[in-house]
């Protein structure tokens, strides 16, 4: 399980909303203990104003490294030091929150407005006893509306449709979990949210889950695991992914440059991860390719085996090129996630492009639902001025420059861009 620590942390900026007192910190603990929460202008320290005179450390969850052979891995990391609090334990969030995301993408008129109707499902491995629980306390802290199996916005199913016939639990697969409903729900929070569990984390069982989730009425599907790509993902192509008319997003990776499958599925927008950092342009924010080592960063690539889907005009590779557009995942700039099974229940803040493929879901809800017919990976392409052009960065090295560098347009590592609204995600 690899540690990291970068190299220039992103530990200043951002306004900070804790009280400057003690006494305010304890009030807010009191708040969310009691499980009033606080409205999202209360909220926590981001990880640019946290640990000011620390170095953010993170290091791989479990569910990224594979148990078994043929098994695919989540792309999640988590933050184990350098922000303040750090402690699992800690009674107040450190990362950025759903006012953070919906101002720095341009979606926080949407979020108020849109969504309703719309359901996102999350598709992981292994059950998260704790998930309902968990996502309503991040919910409730960020003043967000309950998601719950009672008033019918949650639902819960194994990867056959089952609400009692669940997978086996799994602590790693929960963080993972807990990642992806809170980033669904700081995007979208009116939408509703299913979560599909595969009973193992191979590309069968996963895909069965998709399946299952589409079959179930989703037109939003969030994958956030990957693995290495084979001859037989063309077949996984047609079986799992081909599904017109609904958005299927797929984290592109947090092993830097190199292609990894499901992202490279012609049919789905692979998302991939940038650090994301307040500035003093008028947008008020900046980004940058996420790469912290030569073995960590967002993933990118041209694809060995997926043919390239016709709204990819690029000529520096004859197949399919991740990523199509991204998010951010650095964990030096994380997101806050509430989670409590098998752990220290309490806030952590977590990186990887986890985290990017369900924010660029929850943006494809508020866009509305996909026309039948239709494939959304190809929106993007086709309003590229609705998105923010990430220009700087890399992930990597290789013989064409825009497969792992960033630039002015498409690359790799970004696709092109991140939203600037939802103008780019509808068709």
Not at 105 to 119: C, F, N, Q, V
Not at 340 to 367: E, N, R
Not at 387 to 411: H, I, P, R
Request: negative net charge; hydrophobic residues 30%.
């Amino acid at each position: 399980m690899r540690t990291s620590t970068p190299t220039t942390p992103s530990v200043r900026g951002r306004r900070t909303r804790l009280g400057s007192t003690v006494a305010a910190v304890a009030a807010t603990a009191a708040l969310v203990l009691a499980g009033l929460g606080t409205s999202a202008a209360q909220a926590s320290t981001t990880p640019e104003t946290a640990g000011k005179t620390a170095k953010v450390t993170w290091t791989a969850t479990p569910c990224a490294t594979p148990k078994k052979k043929g098994e695919l891995a989540c792309d999640s990391v988590r933050v184990t030091g350098g922000v303040t609090p750090a402690a699992a334990d800690a009674s107040t969030p450190s990362g950025y929150g759903p006012s953070d995301l919906q101002d720095a993408y341009g979606l926080t008129s949407a979020a108020a407005s849109k969504g309703s109707g719309e359901t996102i499902a999350i598709v992981d491995a292994y059950d998260d006893p704790n998930a309902e629980a968990d996502l309503a306390t991040y919910r409730s802290y960020y003043g967000l509306a309950p998601c719950t199996t009672a008033n019918g916005c949650f639902k819960k199913v194994g990867q056959t449709g089952s609400t009692t016939s669940l997978p086996a639990a799994d602590s790693g697969w929960s963080q993972e979990i807990s990642l992806d409903l809170d980033m669904a729900s700081a995007t979208c929070p009116q939408c509703k949210i299913l979560l599909v569990e595969a009973k193992s984390p191979t590309m069968a069982n996963l895909g069965t889950a998709v399946n299952e989730a589409v079959s179930l009425g989703a037109k939003f599907v969030s994958n956030s695991y990957g693995g290495s790509e084979s001859s037989s993902d063309t077949s996984y192509d047609s079986s799992y992914f081909n599904h017109p008319g609904v958005a299927i997003t797929v984290s592109a990776g947090d092993s830097a440059y190199g292609a990894e499958y499901p992202a490279a599925s012609r049919y789905v927008t692979s998302v991939g991860g940038t650090k994301l950092a307040t500035s003093s342009t008028s947008r008020g924010w900046t980004e940058s390719v996420w790469k912290t080592s030569s073995t960590e960063g967002t993933g990118s690539g041209c694809s060995a085996y997926d043919a390239k889907p016709s709204w990819q005009t690029d000529t520096g590779c004859g197949k399919r090129v991740i990523a199509d557009v991204s998010a951010v995942a650095d964990p030096a700039t994380g997101v806050s996630v509430y989670d409590s099974y098998g752990v220290t229940a309490g806030w952590y803040t977590f990186g990887g492009t986890s985290a990017s493929a369900p924010i660029i879901a929850g943006v494809y809800a508020l866009a509305g639902t996909p026309s039948s017919g239709s494939y959304p990976a190809q929106f993007p392409y086709e309003n590229t001025s609705a998105l923010n052009d990430v220009t700087s960065g890399t992930n990597g090295t290789c013989s064409t420059s825009y497969f792992y560098t960033a630039g002015a347009g498409y690359d790799g590592p970004t696709g092109w861009g991140t939203p600037q609204g939802v103008s780019a995600f509808t068709g």
